[in-house]
């Protein structure tokens, strides 16, 4: 079991990683695509830039840091909320961060992704190919025992 856990912290991680990757090029790319850049801009580029690569070379992430930051749609942004009011001297926990400057009401939230659903016959289907695929085991006899 601790084999999957380790592995589903793994996938959110770079999940994560990657997320926070999309959301540092898509502010470079607002930036650019501005008819006139101002430097306020440009330094609040730079910061989030600081935060990723702080994120992304130095902290380590509690498997707790990485789902909450995933709750947000831009999970860059929630953390450099984290990163200007962070009173730690030498931590930066996001878990209490977050918290403490109230991120859920002041930033969007991601989408909710459900699983996508199967219709009976699908799953009907996939069972039965499952049980070819693993028949079960034949009993062993006793020798003719008659109990």
């Known amino acids: ?5 380790f592995f589903a912290e793994q996938e959110a991680k770079q999940q994560l990683l990657n997320a926070l990757d999309q959301n540092l090029l898509a502010q470079a790319k607002e930036l650019c ?6 430097i306020i801009g440009v330094y609040c580029v730079q910061g989030l830039a600081e935060v990723h690569c702080y994120l992304k070379t130095v ?5 707790a840091e990485v789902e909450a930051l995933l709750q947000f749609a831009d999970p860059l942004q929630a953390a450099y909320l984290c990163w200007e ?3 730690h001297k030498y931590s930066f926990p996001i878990c209490d961060l ?3 400057t109230q991120a859920k009401d002041r930033l969007p939230l991601a989408e909710v992704k ?3 659903r199967r219709s ?6 996939a069972a039965m190919k499952d049980a070819r695929q693993h028949p079960p085991k034949e009993e062993k006899t006793h020798g003719g025992d008659a109990r």
């Not at 079991?1 to 856990?5: L, P, V």
């Not at 695509?33 to 101002?38: G, K, L, Q, R, Y």
Request: charged share 30%; aromatic share 4%.
């Open 120 to 125: 009976l016959r699908q799953q009907l289907n």
């Open 59 to 63: 902290h380590q992430f509690e498997p």
């Open 98 to 100: 977050l918290e403490e």
């Open 114 to 116: 459900l699983p996508k």
């Open 1 to 5: 079991m601790k084999k999957i856990e």
């Open 33 to 38: 695509a501005e008819s006139s850049i101002n």
């Open 85 to 87: 009011e962070n009173s």
